[in-house]
């Protein structure tokens, strides 16, 4: 079936100036964008009338099966809770005009088959698997006082659902190997402390170089990619220098190492709102007093660094990281970007760049000629104000994913 937009202010992911015109779409792909009047006979008309089209929104940093703040909780919850949750976390986060999402780690690998053979409504949805992380590290789930780990295979530890532990380059290697296997198309690493995680400090590194290099060239091979959790400076440094291809969270970058990462060519992918929401109400809502204590200066750290990172010419992507009851909350992240860096930035960062960091460059984040017809229209131009794209939604009168229409409201 052939769609016509017609009339629109069109903002393509890529340039700065927005043109009048009108996109044809068939068979899911656009297949042109003319700011001539396009002749076809396409089934179905969207009279845009002025309206801003542009690429629906990617977010890189989501946690669709973390239903609850406090970790230890989360380990034990029963599979069905997190399904349902997750179901409600993908719909509705498609409702926000967000039509893909990258799974920073621990969706379940049948959940993801059921994701793709569209058993729900859904965002483009790209699975990472697990998350590999070390004894002790941001993702082992144990608190201080509980036993060593089993190696009784009737009785799993209950972190597995979410982490795969490796110790040592050869154990990390078989890790990444294992999540590619369950259908993973990316890997996260945990390389430094983290918020949630109840024993390590935020501030310290987390595996050795060659663990690190293990899981990079192990994704190499298979035509993929590392990306990695990191806060302090010398853990995004390092991973930078040993090829991981996007940082993520990248908290207390230096404008040194920022450098560092544009001559590498690494991405950064800080998540203000998950922290703005932890400093709101984390407490309320579960989140153990030894996570908040991490947090001292955090959200202002990371609004530094993307000024950091924005002068040094690292492409900068967008990510939430927001969990349980704070997953409504995705549109915040707009907003605080928008107090240091201009509407641009943050359009190209969940748009074309983020598509890049996911390997589908023209594919997706673009409108243009053999890109997935995944469109919103909006009321109002977000080159002017872009917090109107933060707002649940209720400014996008038309969201399609892949040429079909979730919600046409014209």
Not at 32 to 39: C, F, L
Not at 111 to 122: H, L, Q, T
Not at 197 to 208: H, Y
Not at 284 to 308: C, D, R, W, Y
Request: proline share 4%; aromatic share 8%; hydrophobic share 40%.
């Amino acid at each position: 079936m052939k769609t016509l937009f017609r009339n629109a202010l069109i903002f393509d992911g890529v340039s700065r100036d927005l043109r009048e015109g009108d996109v044809l779409i068939e068979e899911g792909v656009i297949v042109e964008v003319s700011e001539q009047a396009i002749k076809t006979d396409a089934e179905r008309v969207v009279e845009a009338g002025g309206r801003t089209l542009m690429p629906g929104l990617i977010d890189l940093h989501v946690h669709i099966w973390a239903a609850d703040m406090n970790v230890a909780r989360l380990s034990q919850m029963p599979t069905e809770y997190y399904s349902l949750y997750a179901a409600q976390f993908l719909q509705s986060t498609l409702d926000r005009g967000f039509t893909t999402l990258r799974d920073a780690g621990g969706t379940d690998a049948g959940f993801a088959m059921a994701i793709e053979k569209g058993f729900i409504k859904s965002p483009r949805f790209y699975h990472s698997g697990r998350y590999i992380s070390q004894t002790g590290g941001h993702g082992d789930f144990r608190e201080g006082h509980e036993q060593h780990f089993s190696d009784c295979m009737c009785c799993p530890p209950r972190h597995e659902r979410f982490t795969a532990i490796a110790d040592g380059a050869d154990a990390v290697r078989k890790a990444v190997r294992e999540e590619f296997r369950r259908g993973a198309r990316a890997i996260k690493i945990m390389a430094s402390g983290g918020v949630a995680s109840p024993t390590d400090p935020l501030d310290k590194l987390q595996f050795t170089d060659a663990e690190i290099q293990a899981a990079v060239e192990e994704a190499a091979m298979r035509g993929s990619y590392i990306f990695a959790h990191c806060h302090p400076d010398i853990a995004i440094r390092r991973c930078s220098e040993l090829g991981v291809r996007c940082i993520e969270h990248v908290s207390m970058v230096s404008p040194e190492t920022a450098a560092i990462m544009a001559k590498n060519g690494t991405y950064g992918v800080p998540t203000l709102a998950v922290v703005q929401a932890f400093y709101e109400d984390g407490a309320k809502f579960g989140l153990p007093a030894t996570s908040i204590s991490k947090m001292q200066n955090l959200l202002e750290a990371m609004t530094e660094g993307l000024v950091h990172m924005k002068n040094a010419g690292v492409k900068i992507g967008f990510g939430t990281d927001l969990l349980a009851e704070h997953n409504n909350r995705q549109g915040i992240e707009f907003g605080l970007r928008a107090e240091v860096l201009d509407p641009y930035d943050i359009l190209i960062s969940a748009t074309s760049v983020a598509a890049e960091i996911i390997m589908e460059e023209g594919r997706l984040g673009v409108i243009a000629p053999g890109a997935y017809a995944d469109i919103l229209l909006v009321d109002g131009n977000p080159m002017n104000d872009i917090t109107i794209l933060g707002q649940g939604g209720q400014n996008f009168p038309v969201i399609m994913k892949a040429g079909e229409f979730h919600k046409m409201a014209l």
